[in-house]
């Protein structure tokens, strides 16, 4: 077994698609497949099934995928060790964060950073707070940014600076007197800051969060935004989002005051920190 042949069935694994697989890896359809079918005989084990026009992981191809993903994250730290050894003048480092962070505080400390290390490859993706700490966990990432507090046995975490959530709506719109619960609410999905820092807020001030009449569940912030301008409903969102939409009077900020929120670095507690990432969480810190 090759390298090569680990990273081919991990891309077609992954996509469940064997040209996908080949338009990602940059290598044509049937050398994928040569090298998937030089796997399966040499081992007498069979990896995919096909089901209709695609593809499918077999039990035994499931279990290889464990084992593969585990096997290049290990080369991929043994990189990271030797880029090291160049003082910063060369490696990479992954970075995962939530949606607030990668869209509006993050890209400057990016620019910053690779203009002072331009050899380093930066990777950033995109996610929300449940999936930025398993991508940390499971090594996809090497750093980590959520909003809001964690707590997961595996993570070391570390406040980088702090965010305010407002209640907004469209500018004008007519809102009931008497609780947030007769508003119609259009809400991020589970697992997002945004949504675990407001449901915590309501049950601080007694309110339930099951009795907001939610109208909508949407998978990011922009898409919150969009309806809101629409009318008719309201949101929480980051201060820094809609404070543009302030200014020009196309939202208002509803009278229900929120609690600061932490925007949270996050790092495995027990795999090797390489030298780019403990100088970019360092460049956060100063920058924040």
């Known amino acids: ?5 680990l990273v081919i069935f991990v891309a077609t694994a992954e996509r469940q698609h064997l040209t996908q697989a080949a338009n990602a890896l940059r290598l044509t359809p049937s050398a994928v497949s040569a090298s998937i079918k030089a796997l399966e005989t040499f081992y007498a084990v069979k990896l995919f099934d096909r089901v209709g026009r695609g593809i499918q992981l077999t039990r035994e191809g499931r279990v290889l995928l464990k084992e593969a993903k585990e096997t290049l994250a290990r080369v991929k730290e043994t990189e990271a060790v030797l880029a090291e050894l ?21 890209p400057s400390r ?13 990777n950033m993706t995109i996610g929300n707070t449940a999936t930025v700490a398993a991508a940390v966990i499971n090594g996809d990432a090497e750093l980590g940014f959520i909003e809001g507090a964690l707590d997961e046995p595996l993570l070391s975490t570390a406040t980088i600076t702090s ?3 407002v209640v907004v709506s469209k500018a004008g719109a007519t809102q009931p007197d008497d609780a947030l619960t007769s ?8 697992g997002s800051g945004t949504r675990s820092v407001l449901e915590q807020a309501l049950k601080e001030q007694a309110i ?9 569940v949407l998978p990011s912030n922009e898409a919150l935004l969009t309806a809101v301008l629409q009318g008719g409903c309201v949101t929480a969102l980051s201060q820094m989002i809609v404070s543009p939409f302030l200014e020009n009077g ?18 495995h507690k027990e795999r090797h920190r390489t030298a780019v990432a403990r100088e970019f969480e360092a460049y ?5």
């Open 284 to 288: 956060c810190h100063v920058h924040a």
């Open 163 to 165: 965010d305010k959530l």
């Open 110 to 122: 990016l620019l910053g950073f690779s203009a002072s290390y331009p050899g380093i490859q930066l």
């Open 1 to 5: 077994m090759t390298f090569e042949q």
């Open 208 to 216: 339930d969060p099951r009795a907001l009449d939610i109208r909508f």
């Open 86 to 106: 160049g003082k910063l003048n060369t490696g990479s480092l992954d970075v995962q964060a939530s949606q607030t962070i990668a869209n509006y505080w993050l």
């Open 183 to 190: 508003l119609k609410w259009i809400m991020r999905e589970q």
């Open 250 to 267: 196309q939202l208002q900020v509803l009278d229900f005051d929120l609690p600061p929120r932490r925007f949270t670095l996050l790092r």
